[in-house]
């Protein structure tokens, strides 16, 4: 009973005084400093005194234009943060395809692998990556103007100087700029995405420590070194300016720096790893191994779709730059075009049906094409793009598992090696001459073969050239050399039983009984 | 008292089920099995361009212990309904059963066998 009287009380006081007490309260203070009405419309909120001011609602012209800087400055720093924080997604992407496309008992293995590159990439850039690709690229146009950026390590040949890596900001020391912290997160989830990209090809039989040396170097060395010949105005960017080949090897957003670069050390590295076993019969017969999680590779491939929307309206670093929008069309006309071409060719004239594995591979395939050439073509040419990448995609995967005999689990060399390729190749003949005036110092906006100007194909031809060269010696001097030391490939034993126990001690599926004969490849 | 052990079919498995518990014998443990008989497969996976075959025959596993009394009309329900016709029925093979246990009672013999239908 007396419990009863206490709460009936307790309710009471709650119901009645403390709402009162607050409402005096809230009246009291906002008698003090209400100024401003209720705007649940928003249509007064935001006007001539949130304009930094000495004196507030009386601005300058010097302190209105201060504000309208910073304003169109800070438009681009937040689109290049949001989009790069899209392009990070596209690691789940990433590790979901390769996952979903590798066996089960190998799946802790494989997800590890795609989550700790993150981890060593970054690191690798951090340390002397971004140093060496963007130490020497000069002022940040759209991201502030800081021009600290000034180191650029050069060669003269032919009497030009032919920028080779930048010395300036190693663990970004010396360059704490907004702008340029900017600049490194958008970079560094670019690496990362070149990154992962072997780790498919090279997935089921790579050995975890040697994956591991890897993911340092390729943040470190491999990436960089091309990247800064690219975008960070190094030699091949120059190319225009130098020796008067259109606006030297243009690439907006990558198809040679990030994509056509992971599919060629995905190439060196699955070649030199070897096939895994049973791929291959004594009878040059090739074997299927099944994926375990075919829902898991669409979802993922689904989300590197979403994140590629960072990845290439991004590579503006400008929200002011209103050509975002072709980009994010072309971006999104050359995918379809590419799953759907893919899916057709298999349906009509491969394996007959419409297999989603290969849907997968020829969506990114469009994706990885109309990367480079994405703000510089018309969108009719964009469809086209992914056409051909579909279909490339397709018979790049043929190519590679039958006739070089490299076993790429997840097609990663054909969708982004060949790929990459072809679109840096489709800029240099479909340029349509809407955009980029002034790409790498050269006046005049960026046109391809069919619009008048053959030397950007031959720019991009030998940046391609160069990539695959380079990149290719490059990724094998450091393969081996990590074989030499800790060795590439782990023993027959731990291949067959799966990675996950002996590699990484957790097994990805603790408690599921996995069918023996998945773990066996399957053939007619 | 004799074990019954039938390999059927996966997709009788339901009609044989329902056909036993119709003639009372509803005590029974079953498992899946992988074999290699005589049935032709023609599989048509195929994965990136590969066409394989898993042959692969799934059947599943029957392990039926009955007393004496009740062994013909469990072996004839199970050839009834688990017949289809077509190569790859499966089969039916019956073992001697020297004793046999309940474990919550400790009966033996037939006794421990015998489910009271008005349980």
């Known amino acids: ?524 | 008292m004799k074990k019954i052990e039938a390999i059927i079919r996966m997709t009788q498995f339901e009609k044989v089920k329902a056909a036993l518990k119709e003639v009372g014998i509803d005590f029974f443990s079953y498992w899946d099995a992988t074999g290699v008989g005589n049935e032709i497969t023609k599989e048509e996976r195929s994965y990136r361009g590969t066409v394989y075959d898993t042959e692969y025959i799934p059947r599943r596993v029957l392990n039926i212990v009955v007393r004496d009394i009740n062994l013909q009309k469990t072996v004839d329900c199970l050839l009834k309904n688990a017949f289809t016709g077509e190569v790859g029925d499966g089969k039916i093979f019956v073992w001697n059963i020297d004793d046999s246990y309940r474990i919550r009672t400790g009966e033996r013999g037939d006794s421990s066998l015998y489910i009271d239908p008005n349980r």
Request: glycine share 14%; aromatic share 12%; proline share 3%.
């Open chain 1, 1 to 524: 009973m007396k419990k009863k009287i206490i709460y009936i009380l307790l309710g009471a006081f709650c119901l009645l005084v403390v709402p009162a007490v607050s409402w005096m309260g809230s009246s009291a203070i906002a008698a003090e400093t209400k100024v401003r009405t209720e705007d649940p419309g928003g249509v007064t909120t935001g006007n001539i005194t949130d304009v930094t001011a000495a004196k507030a609602g009386e601005p300058t012209l010097t302190e209105l234009g201060n504000q309208v800087g910073h304003n169109k400055v800070a438009i681009n720093i937040i689109w290049t943060l949001i989009t790069g924080f899209l392009v990070f997604f596209m690691q789940a992407g990433f590790a979901m395809v390769e996952t979903g496309l590798t066996r089960a008992k190998n799946a802790s293995h494989t997800m590890a692998m795609n989550l700790f590159v993150y981890g060593l990439g970054v690191f690798g850039f951090w340390m002397c990556g971004f140093a060496i690709m963007f130490g020497g690229v000069g002022a940040l146009g759209t991201l502030g103007g800081f021009d600290g950026l000034n180191q650029e390590v050069s060669i003269n040949l032919f009497g030009h100087a032919f920028g080779l890596f930048g010395t300036k900001g190693f663990f970004l020391s010396g360059v704490y700029d907004v702008g340029v912290f900017t600049l490194f997160l958008f970079q560094v989830v670019f690496m990362d995405t070149a990154a992962t990209i072997p780790t498919g090809a090279m997935s089921e039989r790579w050995k975890f420590l040697s994956f591991t040396i890897y993911g340092v170097v390729v943040g470190a060395i491999i990436y960089p070194i091309f990247g800064n010949w690219v975008w960070g105005g190094g030699w091949l960017s120059q190319l225009g300016s130098n020796f008067h080949l259109g606006h030297g090897h243009v690439d907006f957003a990558g198809s040679s720096v990030v994509h056509m670069t992971g599919g060629v050390i995905a190439l060196v590295g699955a070649w030199i790893l070897g096939p895994r076993i049973g791929k291959y019969n004594k009878d040059r017969s090739v074997n299927a191994i099944p994926g375990h999680n075919i829902p898991m590779a669409v979802i993922g491939a689904i989300i590197l779709a979403f994140g590629w929307f960072g990845f290439n309206p991004g590579s503006t670093l400008a929200g002011c730059d209103l050509r975002i929008s072709v980009v994010a069309v072309n971006t999104l006309i050359a995918s379809i075009m590419g799953a759907m071409a893919s899916t057709f060719w298999m349906w009509i004239f491969r394996s007959k049906k419409p297999d989603p594995t290969m849907m997968v591979n020829g969506l990114l395939a469009g994706l990885v094409a109309i990367t480079a050439p994405c703000a510089f073509v018309n969108v009719q040419a964009a469809g086209f793009i992914g056409l051909v990448s579909g279909i490339l995609a397709v018979e790049g995967a043929f190519f590679v598992e039958r006739k070089l005999r490299v076993d790429d689990p997840v097609g990663a060399v054909a969708v982004h090696g060949f790929n990459g390729a072809w679109g840096c190749l489709a800029l240099g003949l479909f340029a349509d001459g809407t955009y980029g005036d002034g790409w790498n110092g050269v006046t005049g906006t960026v046109k391809g073969l069919f619009y008048g100007d053959a030397s950007q194909f031959a720019a991009e031809f030998i940046g391609v050239l160069t990539n695959f060269i380079v990149i290719g010696a490059i990724s094998y001097i450091v393969f081996k050399l990590i074989g030499l030391g800790v060795g590439n490939r782990v023993s027959a034993k731990t291949e067959m039983q799966g990675l996950d126990i002996p590699e990484m001690g957790v097994e990805g599926y603790a408690g599921i009984k996995m069918d023996k004969n998945s773990e066996t490849p399957l053939s007619r």
